[in-house]
């Protein structure tokens, strides 16, 4: 994002854009998990036993991803964006779903 602010060049606009539909694609599992996945088959499936992470999550890497969706729903406001962000600002607090 610092770059695309930087810069104003379209080009890394559009890179985080998809970046940022793959994350509210393939990210939440909120079935399974209050917590959003990070580890992934390259079929998307969830790799829950990937070294030191394993069947784990870490809250602040939870509340980065809400913070930046947001950061860029202010760039390309995708009502997905909002709708992610606002679902791990409300979980995260109580740990709760």
Not at 51 to 70: E, P, S
Request: hydrophobic share 35%; proline share 4%.
């Amino acid at each position: 994002m610092n770059l695309y602010l930087a810069t104003g060049e379209e080009r890394h606009l559009d890179m985080l854009e998809r970046t940022f539909d793959t994350i509210a694609d393939h990210f939440p599992d909120y079935e399974n998990s209050p917590f959003v996945n990070e580890r992934f088959m390259r079929d998307w499936s969830h790799d829950l036993e990937h070294t030191w992470q394993q069947n784990r999550a870490v809250v602040g890497h939870n509340l980065k991803i809400a913070w930046n969706l947001m950061r860029m729903y202010s760039q390309r406001p995708k009502q997905s964006y909002l709708e992610l962000a606002q679902k791990i600002a409300d979980i995260m607090p109580g740990g709760r779903q």
